[in-house]
């Protein structure tokens, strides 16, 4: 039997089982999880089959047509997309049967501690302290930049474990309980007036060793796991013509005549353009991933949106004249999701300065195709050996 | 040629304007005040206005200004800029000053010099002064006004307010009161936290005429030229704060063992801003030594058009490299990088845009616009 | 969506003309030749359209030709273009070759589809597909040909000239022996020296009309349509040359005891290049897929004015970026940066400029002008 | 006697003891070096007064206006601007008696040997070896993008004399005999087809020690002065409105309607703006200088010039459309002195690439900017301590 009629005969049978009409929604979320077909590629016994990825679409797909519920995935993407892969890989069995099942059904939603404010683009940099007492350990510092912490049931952390060894080598990866008294959460609050972040306060927080993903001084190799998972995830959204902000201007270009202007004009055809060049190149790279041929456009496709998105909100505030002045809200709100596109002019021009900096700044991004893609020269690095208690900061 | 320098007495008045601004007004107590009701200062505008004489700086000494002059009035700016201050300066001591300079308007002019009230031009902040004679407010028979002007720059704490209106024999400039009876103001949220805009409704208020068909067009002109000609130094003032702030910000913030000001890409970015902002200076300066001299000819009215063509966009840019290049830390509220980003942004937007600025170019420059 | 990836065949296909270019047509080569009164290489014509089917890959099997298609071609232009070759392609393979295609004109595309003959398209190498039909050639009663067009691409070694004229009753399209009475061939010194140009004079040349009023329009223009929309695959390859070129070469130059290419300044700028050039590709390749599928429709035209509008600047800018980031040696006649840079700003202006593109997009993406 | 009136006397006792209407040319520019009106800033003897160098511009203008030749400085800019002032502080009273008055006449024009193929901005990278046997120095390698090599009498020349100091330490500056059987000159054809400039290829050059300028390991220093000299030169060019590049396309853009697209309006305008804004940068750098406050502009200056000319001249080859496809003329021609702005869009477009590479690259430029005007920090440098025979290359 083919893993493609394997995996029908599956959700066959789990319709049959359990009819999306009557089942309770978190009874057949489990029941799916149970019958492997919560993430196809995943093993037995973890919500999968041991199938091929591409299969999962079809599930998805064929479940919805019987009006089955879904897991809600826009609530819980760092569980999903991060500390999923992130446990698959590193977790221990026990860790795996722990933490699996109730991150993809939804009823634990998970946070990533990760950023600090003293360290920003140089994450491995990162002061956050873990030590050793026993069989638990003991942390204290600050993260940022972190969604969901006001939420989360959990979250990955990473915290500097021996600061005697140059920075990447002194981390350890930690999965962290959200509910320890230790764990401070603030709502930060952005130039847009809303918080969609937290600020994260770490003070004596108490971690049993068995929720160490890894062993102690890898956690820098397990963060890559993380992070990679953190940009296939970004470079992987399909947009279809005028998706996005262009979308927005161009409609505001055709609603209103008396808007325009052969300055703007040209502007406008030039971002028309652009974006339609984006999509075609984000359109190429997921035809490339189909064949299995991942192309380094991925990390270059955040690059392309930042640099569209900002450009074409900028010129829509414009465009709007006196409309551009005004501003919907200030009124400080922490929003369940990232809505880019969704409130007024002002809005969208200020959210999309954030583009360029959160999942990685532009910077870095650019370092990252001239070194890896390029096969250019690093730069002479100074903080490489260095005793990370001895960095300059 | 014009004199593109600062002169010591314009140096000497810069430092007063900001040891004020350092004292009364830094970004912690802007951003504290901005989401307030009442986002300007009194104390700040009264120091400002009454002891440094900032508000009359245009206004004869017969009037009880200090007869200095647009030269001195851009240095305040640049000033007011470079602190994302919350003070009527723009609306009052050169809009609405400039109106009541044209029309004569001594009774009015003076409690202006003396700081003691502010007044208000009532236009769109994204007036320009080569649109068409306002059509929004009429005037009946009687004098009274009728009408509406949205987005009007610091009106919420305006005495007077000066109205471009279309009276029974063509356009007309009066002042109405703002106690006025059928007189409303009516706040907007803006995106510029520093610089409140409030529409204003008109019902048959009573209202002086100031001026008549014959003049009013052309001094309403001449404010907003002037206006938008003083606009690019307060832009010039947001694009060094930025700057600046910036590389402070750069030398201090080590990232992989090194400032990251040592990194070059960082470094070539900031030079081109460093260049763009030595011409937006030049081009700020030549437009206030322009309007200075009082004549509005072709060469006054091309310093405009090149300034403010050149800073608005200067100054955004500015800003968004300010955020950027701050990381993390430029996107959050409590950090003064948005205030300047907000400002700089509407700015961009007032008394014409680049491109409208741009497109004047094509008549004052001679580079005609395809058939 | 259109297939925008490459085939095994059509990357067989490109490393096949890739051997060729590599042995027949090193830029010392191109260099040599470029400025001898045969700038093209027989030799190489021959082996490229004869040996690997190149000329007549669009050209049906019946009529002798590889019966592949516009996304083969594509290719072979990407590799013209990464080798700055001097071949007759663009002229005789993609824009002569159309407009016989659209005529039916089987015999006169047998000895194209061997390889034995180049022909020409007597419209200046500027033309792009939005224009009105040409009107500087006329056809008197007798159905010879006078009038003159200027700066045709690969006219010089063309057996046949095919030629937009205007006939008794409209439009049409004629050909005409190169060695015809009353033909006269006059070679332009142009900015590319890899594409000869030269302007062709008629005086009562007899031609043979091989498509009148109805349908000489639709083919001229399907043949500007095709040329402009594959011209973005030889940019592409343009663009790419000059990259990796440059990228190679800052790997091996040091500066302050440093690979150049270590700098961060450069890799940024060379990053963002790279991205472009990504674009690039996604767009050459859309415009090659949709132009193969043979329809006409909105969606094709609006891939080829996407394609044309990016890869014209995004070549011109890669070339720019190699010349200076090479620095002096970038400037000097020795080395090859040059042939790409004169290459790339010419192709910018064939066949339509970005500008005239994208203008294009606002009736194709309703995106219409100020009225 | 105040400074101006002593001059104005000077000036007029030349004209009466020399009538430029009688005297010969040569005759004349030596008595009027000989009477210090040269340069009236430098030193009496050398051609000067010791006067205010602000005094110059009368000197020249009266000398003009009654009919004196002058010495065409256009043909000898490289002594004029960076030989002699570098003569002047490092040269022995016999080198500045043997060299300067030639050199202002023009008897003896001058180039410089600075450039290297191998070395390019990092021009203290230089390879070319300078060996001392007895009082004479022997001299091989190889320089580049030399003007005026092929009529020049004497060169500037830097070589290195230790190999075993760090680069910067082990160069010695000389006077090179451009007569020397050693010395060959080859022409460098550039991409515009001419060439400007020679490459100079140096075997066995033999150069007395009495021609060395400065001492022995302290030539970087010395070539400051030069380089210095170079950089004043180029900022100080003042141009009226529209001059240079703008001019052109303006003008091509008034007579031409028929060429005009909103396309080309806007990035017209654009440029205009920008054209404008570079002069009136320059012209408050030159009020500043008169006042005596040279501003960090000075150096902007070359990088705003080029960036404008590179892309206007870009724009007018688009704009001129199909007779932006022609060229004048590709024949190898070594022109007298460079004319950016003379021949056809195409040699504009091509030439104005030079202008960020030559004298200085942008990317040097930038640098300088950010560390000299801005405060920021440095580079790592690699290169500094290390002996010049063990750096990377």
């Known amino acids: 039997m083919s893993a493609a009629v394997e995996v029908r005969e599956r959700v066959r049978e789990l319709l049959a089982a ?38 999962q679409a079809a599930v998805d797909a064929e479940l919805a047509a019987a009006g089955a519920p879904d897991n809600n995935p826009r609530a819980n993407g760092i569980g999903l997309g991060m500390a999923a892969p992130t446990i698959l890989r590193y977790g221990t069995p026990e860790q795996q049967a722990r933490f699996l099942r109730p991150l993809w059904t939804g009823e634990e939603t998970w946070c990533q501690l990760f950023s600090e404010p003293g360290a920003g683009s140089d994450l491995a940099a990162l002061g956050t302290r873990a030590v050793p007492d026993g069989d638990t350990w003991t942390v204290d510092g600050q993260k940022v930049w972190t969604s969901g912490a006001h939420t989360a049931r959990w979250a990955i952390l990473i915290a500097r474990t021996d600061p005697g060894l140059p920075k990447h080598r002194g981390i350890t990866y930690f999965i962290c309980d959200m509910t320890d008294p230790g764990v401070e959460v603030r709502p930060l609050r952005q130039i847009t007036g809303e918080a969609e972040f937290n600020e994260v306060f770490l003070s004596g927080v108490r971690i049993p060793d068995a929720h160490r993903l890894g062993e102690v001084g890898e956690g820098w190799r397990v963060a890559q796991t993380t992070l990679n998972n953190e940009r296939v995830a970004i470079g992987g959204q399909r947009t279809p013509r005028e998706g996005g902000m262009i979308g927005i201007v161009a409609a505001t270009w055709r609603d209103r005549p008396e808007l325009r202007t052969h300055d703007l004009h040209q502007r406008l055809l030039r971002g028309w353009l652009q974006a339609e060049v984006v999509r075609l190149t984000g359109e190429r790279l997921r035809q490339q991933l189909a064949l299995g041929q991942p192309g380094p456009e991925g990390a270059a496709m955040k690059l392309a949106f930042a640099r569209l998105a900002q450009e074409l909100s900028g010129l829509e505030v414009e465009l709007l004249a006196e409309d551009g002045l005004g501003y919907g809200d200030w009124t400080m709100v922490r929003p369940d999701q990232v809505d880019f596109l969704g409130r007024d002019a002002g809005y969208r021009y200020l959210r999309a300065k954030g583009n ?34 001895d960095l300059a900061r | ?30 951003l504290a005040r901005c989401e307030t009701p009442a986002p300007y200062d009194p104390r700040l505008w009264r120091t400002l206005a009454r002891e440094l004489g900032a508000a009359g700086l245009q206004i004869p000494e017969e009037h009880g200004g200090a007869g200095a002059g647009l030269r001195e009035t851009a240095v305040v700016l640049e000033e007011l800029g470079r602190a994302a201050a919350p003070t009527p300066y723009l609306g009052s001591a050169v809009l609405a000053t400039t109106v009541l300079l044209g029309c004569g308007a001594a009774d009015l002019l003076a409690p202006l010099a003396a700081g003691e ?60 009161e703002s106690t006025a009876a059928g007189l409303a103001r009516t706040p907007r ?111 006054t009215v091309l310093a405009v058009a090149v300034a403010q063509a050149y800073c608005g966009d200067t100054a955004v840019r500015a800003a968004e490299e300010c955020v950027q290049l701050h990381g993390g830390i430029g996107m959050t509220w409590e950090h003064p990088a948005h205030l300047y980003l907000k400002r700089a942004k509407a700015d961009q937007l007032a008394l014409g845009t680049p491109g409208r600025h741009r497109a004047a170019l094509a008549g004052l420059a001679d580079l005609p616009a395809p058939a």
Chains 1, 4 share one sequence.
């Not at chain 1, 929604?25 to 077909?37: E, I, K």
């Not at chain 2, 009687?142 to 704490?157: E, F, K, N, Q, Y």
């Not at chain 2, 947001?238 to 990251?260: I, M």
């Open chain 1, 18 to 55: 359990h009819d999306p009409a009557t089942t309770d929604r978190l009874d057949f979320l489990r029941a799916r999880f149970d019958a492997g077909l919560a993430w196809v590629h995943f093993p037995e016994g973890l919500g999968g089959l041991g199938a091929p990825r591409s299969l």
């Open chain 1, 356 to 389: 360029s900096i959160e999942g990685g700044t532009s910077e870095i991004l650019r370092n990252i195709i001239a070194e890896r893609v390029l096969g250019l020269p690093a730069e002479p690095r100074t903080d490489k050996d260095v005793p990370w208690k």
């Open chain 2, 1 to 30: 040629m014009s004199d593109l320098l600062y002169s010591s007495v314009e140096e000497d008045l810069r430092a007063a304007v900001r040891a004020v601004l350092t004292d009364h007004c830094p970004p912690s107590a802007v």
């Open chain 2, 117 to 176: 009230q502010s007044a208000a031009l009532a236009v769109p902040l994204t007036a320009d002064p080569w649109a068409d004679f306002p059509a929004g407010v009429r005037a009946d028979a009687a004098g009274t006004l009728s009408g509406t002007v949205t987005s009007v720059p610091d009106l919420a704490g305006a005495a007077t307010v000066l109205v471009p209106a279309l009276g029974q024999d063509g356009p007309a400039l009066y002042a109405v």
């Open chain 2, 189 to 299: 949220t803006s995106l510029d936290l520093t610089r409140p805009l409030a529409d204003l409704t008109l019902h048959g208020a009573p209202a002086r005429r100031l001026a008549g068909p014959d003049t009013a067009p052309g001094i309403l002109r001449r404010a907003l030229l002037t206006g938008a000609g003083l606009l690019a130094s307060e832009q010039l003032g947001v694009a060094e704060w930025c700057l600046a702030t910036t590389v402070d910000h750069l030398k201090q913030r080590h990232q992989f063992g090194r400032p990251v000001g040592s990194f070059q890409a960082v470094k070539h970015r900031l030079a081109d801003l460093w260049l763009d902002i030595a011409g937006a200076r030049a081009a700020a300066r030549n437009a206030a030594d322009a309007l200075a001299s009082g004549d509005d000819g072709p060469e």
